[in-house]
């Protein structure tokens, strides 16, 4: 059997969850490869929303197991959050979970080294979620952070207070103090609730389920576009969110890796700093934004919001092997006359492009639009995908005429079950 792996093709709150939670009953594992607290992925079923942080989307199904793959970073306190305001709404997520021991731990005082780091970037700041993401990442790489399965060592407080001096000191050189005696106190809490859980070399729990005939989806987090090393660096994340990612992220060959669906938005969103190339700054930017409920599920910070970007799309699709396209949220355009489609961009130098230059700055590029005429139906009504409108039909196929993938999911509302599954023409 192969991996299948789920991914976000721009920056990310592309509606991941929901096409986990979709997918997931036809699979037996469903794995997290990266990533950590500033993920969010929001499901809505049964009239009720759920927004998980760090623990695998395929949780709400008792029959799946549930990975945190090695290239996840783990926060101990979040975690217990997660996983007891799940035990509250009667899931229980133990039964079905395995947490990598390989996964990096997120320590309060990575979260402080955070904030200051941010701080002292001034107006040219990243854009952080402020969770303690790239530090905890920063230590991996450099060979001095702590792993889940360090929790199990008899001097792991030892471990903890020569790492936690290291971040002290580089605090101070922000100008600033350390004080985390508070978290602390939640932090060892929450690591004593994390060693009854099952802690696992899930590199074999993975490979031996892949040699029994087992299907699994690799669950990405964020978006291709934040990618450490393709993304619009250095507005980026610290992590590997493309289909390598998964490769490191679970301890998977890359022989096994199967279908890649690649998820995107009928529109573009950005949450933070960094380039932007179709955002809108007008009424119509704030139009998507309402109804699109575009604040981000982790931080609450209203999302940036323009039309979609064909470029961008077509090089996450490149580097990512992507074989099936879904479209979320298209509903969001229902009351537009007319829908604009970035298909090319125009450098300074006058020429056209459909390829990424090395920097996506305004002024440096403007986008190429084409016009399409909208809907005007409300597709959350649509059950059957024979019922949508023509003009939403061309839209499809006009995106797929370009992009050379087919949409196979059409999301046309926030609830599991609008979600609508079809046969795409050949393109």
Not at 76 to 104: C, H, T, W, Y
Not at 347 to 352: E, F
Request: include cysteine; proline fraction near 5%.
């Amino acid at each position: 059997m192969a991996v299948d792996i789920l991914l976000g093709l721009q920056w990310g709150d592309e509606g991941k969850g929901k096409i986990v939670d979709v997918l997931a009953p036809t699979y037996d594992m469903v794995a997290r490869f990266q990533g950590g607290p500033n993920a969010g992925h929001t499901l809505e079923f049964e009239g009720t929303k759920h927004v998980l942080h760090q623990i695998p989307s395929g949780i709400f199904h008792p029959h799946i197991q549930n990975v945190i793959g090695n290239g996840v970073v783990l926060d101990p306190i979040v975690f217990q959050i997660e996983m007891q305001k799940l035990q509250d709404r009667g899931v229980d997520a133990a039964k079905n979970l395995f947490i990598s021991k390989k996964a990096a731990l997120i320590l309060p005082s990575h979260k402080v080294l955070d904030r200051v780091s941010e701080e002292a970037l001034g107006s040219g700041k990243i854009g952080s979620t402020l969770k303690g993401i790239g530090p905890t990442y920063q230590d991996k790489i450099g060979r001095v952070g702590l792993r889940v399965g360090d929790i199990l060592a008899p001097d792991f407080k030892d471990r903890y207070n020569k790492l936690v001096d290291r971040h002290r000191k580089m605090v101070e050189f922000y100008g600033q103090t350390l004080e985390i005696a508070e978290q602390e106190q939640q932090f060892f809490a929450a690591l004593e609730y994390l060693r009854t859980l099952k802690l696992a070399d899930t590199e074999y729990l993975i490979n031996e389920a892949l040699q029994s005939g087992k299907r699994i989806l690799a669950e990405g987090a964020q978006g291709s576009l934040l990618d450490i090393d393709f993304g619009t660096y250095p507005f980026v994340t610290s992590s590997t969110t493309m289909v390598a990612g998964a490769c490191t992220g679970l301890g998977v060959a890359p022989k096994y890796i199967g279908e890649v669906y690649g998820i995107f938005k009928a529109y573009c969103t950005r949450v933070g700093s960094g380039p932007f190339p179709t955002e809108l700054l007008n009424e119509e930017g704030e139009a998507i934004r309402q109804a699109g409920r575009e604040f981000g599920s982790t931080t609450g910070r209203p999302r940036r919001c323009g039309w979609v970007d064909l470029p961008t799309l077509k090089y996450s699709i490149m580097l990512n092997g992507v074989t099936q396209l879904n479209m979320m949220k298209a509903d969001v355009l229902t009351d537009f006359d007319t829908i604009k489609v970035c298909t090319h961009y125009r450098l300074p130098n006058g020429d056209i492009t459909d390829q990424l230059p090395h920097s996506l700055e305004a002024g440096e590029l403007e986008p190429v639009y084409e016009e399409l005429p909208g809907w005007r139906v409300d597709l959350n009504k649509i059950d059957l995908v024979d019922e949508l409108p023509e003009a939403f039909k061309n839209y499809l196929s006009f995106i797929e005429s370009h992009l050379h993938a087919p949409i196979t999911i059409v999301s046309v509302g926030p609830d599991r079950k609008s979600t609508l599954k079809r046969e795409a023409e050949k393109v």
